[in-house]
Structures are given as C-alpha cells and as structure tokens.
C-alpha cells in the first residue's frame, strides 16, 4: 500500500467548488467560542459539498488565522454569512423553505440513527456553543432536534466532532433519498 499524494486525490479548485451542485444542507452555528472548531466546521462542510454556514453570535469570522489553521483555507471555498442573532437566521432559513434542527439534547429529540430526511427537503443544523450548547431561544424556533447516542459519561461531543459524526450521517442520506 502507498499513501496518495495531495496531487493524485484529484480534488476541486475553489472556484470548481463554488460551480459544483451542493448538498441541499446548510450549517448554523450558534456562538461558537473556539476558532479551532469554526475552522474544522468549515473543513468538513468542503468535504461534504454543504451548502453554506452561517456564523452567529460571538462565532469569529474569516479572515482569521485561528480558523485558517484547521480550516486549511475552506473558508475560501465554502459560502458564509454572519448575523448577530442566531433567531434571526433560523427564521430566514424557515421562510426559504428548509427544515431547521438543533443538535441538541432535548426531550423528544429524534436520535440521529432515527433521523431520515424527507425527500428535496432543504436541511438547516445548529450547533451551539461548547458549553451552553444551542441556546433554549433557538431551539423554541426550530423544527425538531437530532441528538447523538452517547453510552459514557460525558454529556456530550466537541462541537467539530459533532458536526463530522452527524453532517456525514445526513449527507450519506440525502444521497440515498
């Protein structure tokens, strides 16, 4: 076995990337404090073809060397926008049609392996701060919220891993649908 070089993983320019068709999948998040977990978000949503992120809050924006760190220059790729209040882009993403889900640890939240996205449904994901989480305000205006079955004692994932666990779940299943 020989490990590929960057070159053979015949990957998209940034400017294929901003032609290529999305995932119907957009990312919110929702006062993030670490510019490390901004940057693997970004990283991740170019894997994955998503959409756009929005950054809301306290969420530092690109351009920033924090982020560019783990997002490796995503931040160039994947679409972004920023808005003060995380409600604000809840709503808009409500009134254009996509279905908004906190991830989050809710009475009466959907399971990740349980979740299945209707077909064309347009899908919006909060991820809240490290600590707080989304914020209650927030998940009065979603949808529903997806939880990920943890068995240990943590309460919960690092929000960069949350994302990769749960933004690769549903963009397997938007491909199948």
């Known amino acids: 076995m020989r490990k590929l070089r960057n070159i053979e993983l015949n990957r998209l320019s940034v400017e294929e990337f901003k032609q290529t068709e999305k995932t119907p999948l957009v990312v919110v998040l929702d006062n993030i404090r670490s510019c490390n977990n901004i940057g693997s978000v970004f990283r991740t949503s170019d894997a994955l073809l998503i959409e756009k ?3 809301c809050g306290i ?3 690109p351009p920033n060397n924090e982020i560019r760190k783990t997002a490796l220059d995503a931040e160039k790729s994947v679409a972004w926008e920023y808005f003060e209040h995380t ?3 809840v709503t808009k993403l409500q009134n ?3 279905k908004v889900y906190a991830i989050e640890q809710v009475h009466n939240s959907i399971m990740l392996p349980d979740f299945q996205p209707e077909t064309d449904e347009k899908v919006a994901l909060v991820f809240g701060n490290e600590v707080k989480g989304v914020k209650q305000s927030v ?3 979603c949808d529903g919220s997806i939880e990920i ?3 240990g004692t943590k309460h919960s994932f690092n929000i960069s ?3 990769g666990i749960v933004l690769w779940d549903i963009f397997q299943k938007l491909r199948q649908v």
């Open 53 to 55: 992120i929005y950054l």
């Open 59 to 61: 969420t530092a924006t």
């Open 87 to 89: 409600e604000e882009v």
């Open 96 to 98: 254009e049609g996509f």
């Open 139 to 141: 998940v009065n205006l």
């Open 149 to 151: 079955p943890q068995y």
């Open 161 to 163: 891993v949350s994302a």
